[in-house]
C-alpha cells in the first residue's frame, strides 16, 4: 500500500475559495487593525455580514483568525481572544458565556489517513455554556467542550471533555472537578 497525493481531490470549489479569498481580504482591510476596544461591535457585524451567527454581547479580537465566517456561531457573551485561529471549514459553537484563550487553536478537518489519497473530512465543534478553553490550546475536530468545563492551557483535546471538569495536557486528561464556590 502507498499513499497517492496525486490523485487527491480539493473538495472546495472555486466559488467558496473565491469567496474565501474576498473575506480574508475584506477582514484585513476593515477589522484586524481596529483597536480592539474601539471597532467589537464592528467586527460583529463584519463577521455577520459574511454569514455569521454572532450575537453582538459577544466578543471577537481583531487579530482573530476566522476560516469561514458562514461557520461561526456565538451567542451572548462568548468571545474570542487574541490570536485564536478558527479553522473552521465546518461548524464551530461558542454557547453563551464561554472564553478562548489567546492562541488557541480549533480544528474542524483534518484528512483520513485510511484512504490513499487523503480525503478531508470535518466535524464540528461545539463549546457549551460556562466553559474556558485556556491559553494556546488545540482543539480537535468533533469535540464537544460540556458545561462549565475548563481546559488548561497548552492542552490538546481530541474527545470530548465531560461537564464541570478540569482537564490538560496532550492528550487532555480529567484533573478534577470544578466547583464553584461564592
Given amino acids: 500500500m502507498e499513499i497517492k497525493l496525486s490523485k487527491y481531490q480539493n473538495k ?13 481580504i475584506s477582514w484585513s482591510i476593515f477589522c484586524k487593525w481596529l483597536p480592539r476596544s474601539v471597532g467589537r ?14 450575537s453582538y454581547k459577544a466578543n471577537i479580537y481583531p487579530s482573530v483568525k ?13 468571545c474570542l481572544a ?4 478558527c479553522y473552521n471549514v465546518d461548524k464551530i459553537i461558542l454557547e453563551e458565556n464561554t472564553i478562548v484563550s489567546q492562541k488557541s ?6 484528512h483520513d489517513i485510511s484512504k ?21 490550546c488545540f482543539i480537535g475536530m468533533g469535540v464537544i467542550i460540556n458545561n462549565g468545563a ?19 495536557g496532550n492528550p487532555a486528561k480529567f484533573i478534577k472537578k470544578r466547583i464553584i464556590n461564592e
Fill in 105 to 110: 487553536y480549533l480544528c474542524t478537518a483534518s
Fill in 150 to 168: 475548563v481546559v488548561g492551557a497548552t492542552s490538546s483535546v481530541y474527545k470530548d471533555v465531560e461537564p464541570w471538569t478540569i482537564v490538560g
Fill in 12 to 24: 472546495l470549489t472555486k466559488k467558496h475559495q473565491l469567496i474565501r479569498l474576498i473575506w480574508n
Fill in 41 to 54: 461591535k464592528w467586527r460583529l457585524f463584519f463577521v455577520n455580514l459574511f454569514g455569521g451567527n454572532i
Fill in 82 to 85: 487574541p490570536n485564536v485561529d
Fill in 66 to 78: 476566522i476560516y469561514a465566517p458562514w461557520n461561526l456561531e456565538m451567542h451572548d457573551f462568548s
Fill in 116 to 136: 490513499s489519497t487523503f480525503p478531508l473530512i470535518t466535524s464540528p465543534i461545539t463549546i457549551k455554556n460556562g466553559s474556558w478553553v485556556g491559553a494556546s
